[in-house]
Structures are given as structure tokens and as C-alpha cells.
């Protein structure tokens, strides 16, 4: 059938040639026809393929275009080195490396093949796992760097700086590879005799059934359990400290100093708590679903509600968060190339 598949194209016009991925009457398509153990290719209408990469691209350059504008404005301007900010810095850097792999993630979409071989099929699926971790680990640190903030804000300076900071998140990333790479030594990755039922042009990851339990329960339900109860505390006492204020300020009393910045740090978890709930509400269903018996259509639809989070998390702060507005025109206008433009006050209006 794959020798049939040569002469038949010959008869097709350039014309029809186009209209490849919606031929229904042809003969069954081959990732690599001149190998025996090529994998089918996905059938795909001309214009649902054209849909499908024009929402890819535009969604990679609206993700990798707002994140960058995150990790510039927290790396240039000195009023932003916070260690809240570094977390968020960390998880900004972690959706643009998603948004830059949404391209290589619609060829395997629309194209179910593989054109760029088994090591770097690999490397690829260890780096979007590892993508995957960092982000939820992201939100853990976020969380505990909250948690200090609301509920325990006069150790909060001496619990929590940016060198610490910065040490734990290089420490996250250190041991998220650390496990990443023996998920995948122990579930063959590396190993392609363990690939017998993968035909040639595939890319999957194989994992056994225990390693799946367990790493569902360490890469997503304990660290969601671990950010729930955080926040859950973060609210109790958020809710505790506004009816102090506002108490305070219904009876004509000033508001000082001390209270004024519990308040600043309360609208700061609720941001950030926020930014966890969209990505609890993108992932849940996805893991929830990929546990049950369901088509790899709906899965992948999912899949993309996943990738679209990282797309989502700047539009947060856009919305709840001056100083991005401020750093975003600064930007865009190119008035950080200016001398002392790092110097910039940004919260003089706040």
C-alpha cells in the first residue's frame, strides 16, 4: 500500500495536492512512507488545519510577547526586586518556554507524527515535564511566600528575602530535574527496545502504571493540597484584618501605617490566589479526565485549556497590578533604554 501511495500522488495536481489532509477516498497516509513501521498519518481537513496553526501561532506570540514584557519589567527595574516577584519572575520564564513549544505541540496535534527523531523526542518530553512541575512548584513557593507575608508579617523580612528566594527556587528547579530524569530512566524513556508497540514517527511517553500513581500524586494532587490549606489560611486571615480596618476606619480612627501595608499585602494574595485558582481550574480537568476513558480529541482540547493558562497569568497582572501597566508603556515606548530608567519609581501614585 505505501509503494501505491507514490504513484497515485503523481496523478495529483498541484491544485489537489492542498487538499491532502481532507482526502477521505485515498489510500491511508504514512508519517514516513519508505519505512515499514511508519506510523498513519491524522486526517485533517485543509481548513480545520489552518484554523488549528493560526490559533497556535497566535496564542505563542501573545503568550511568549506578555511574559517576556513580565520578566523584563521585574529584571530592570530595581523597585520590583522582590522575593514576590522573583517567584513570579520564575513562573513568568516558565510560560514563555511553554508559549515557545506551543508550535512544536500543533505538529503533533494536527500531523500525529514525529519528524524530529528519538532523542530529541526525549529531551522534549523530560523539558515539558519538567515545564509542567516548575509552574505548579511556582505556585507553591507563591503560596508559602503569602502565607508568611498575611499570617506572620513581622518575620516576613527575615524569613523571606531575595537570596533566600532565589536559593529555593534554583533549589525547586534543581530537584524537579532530579526527578524528572528518574521518572524517566525507571519508565524506559531513553531505553527504545521497551518501544515495541510505538510505531515509527510517534512521540510518547510511556510510563508504568505505579510511576503513574505516584506521580500524580507528587507532581499535582500533594502540592495543590499544600496550596489549598495555604490559602485557605491566607483567607482566614485576610477576611480578619479588613473587618479590623474597616472597623477602624468606621470609627474615625486612622488608619496607620502597619495597617495600611497588612492591607497592601492582603490584595496581594488575593491576586496571587487568583492566578492558583485559574490554574487549578485549567489543570483539574485535564488530569481528571486523562484518568478516564476519553478520546484523544477531547484530550488534547484540554491540553490546550492547560497551555492557554500561561497565556492567562500576565493578563492578571495587567489587570491587578499598576506597575505593570507603568513597566508595560515604559517598554513599549523604549524609555528604558534611557539612563537611571531602572531607578524609575513606580508606586509614586499608589
Known sequence: MKGQKGEQNKLLSEGDSLMAYETEDQETQYC?????????????????YLIIHLFVSLLSAW???????????????????????????????????????MPIEAIRLTETCWYFGDTFCELYLLFVDLLISASL??????????????????????????????????????????YITALAINNGYFDTSLRTDVCYGECLAIIRFSWTVIDLFMS??????????????IFYVVHQQVKVINSLMKGGKCVTEGSAKRKSESKAALTLGIIVSVYLLCWIPYYICSLTVMTSTALNALLWVVYTNSGVNPLVYALFYPWFKKTTKLILTMKIIQPASSLINLFTHE
Open 32 to 48: 514516513f512512507p519508505d519505512i515499514n513501521s511508519s506510523c498513519v498519518k491524522g486526517r485533517i481537513s485543509r481548513h480545520g
Open 63 to 101: 503568550t511568549v510577547f506578555l511574559n517576556l514584557l513580565v520578566i523584563i519589567s521585574i529584571s530592570h527595574f530595581k523597585k520590583l526586586h522582590t522575593p514576590t516577584n522573583m517567584i513570579i519572575l520564575s513562573l513568568a520564564v516558565t510560560d514563555l518556554f511553554i508559549g515557545l513549544i
Open 137 to 178: 512548584s511556582n505556585l507553591v513557593l507563591i503560596a508559602v511566600d503569602r502565607y508568611v507575608a498575611v499570617c506572620h508579617p513581622l518575620l516576613y523580612p527575615q524569613k523571606i528575602t531575595i537570596t533566600k528566594t532565589l536559593m529555593s527556587i534554583c533549589l525547586s528547579w534543581a530537584c524537579l530535574s532530579a
Open 220 to 233: 499535582f494532587i500533594f502540592p495543590c493540597i499544600v496550596i489549598m490549606m495555604l490559602y485557605l489560611k
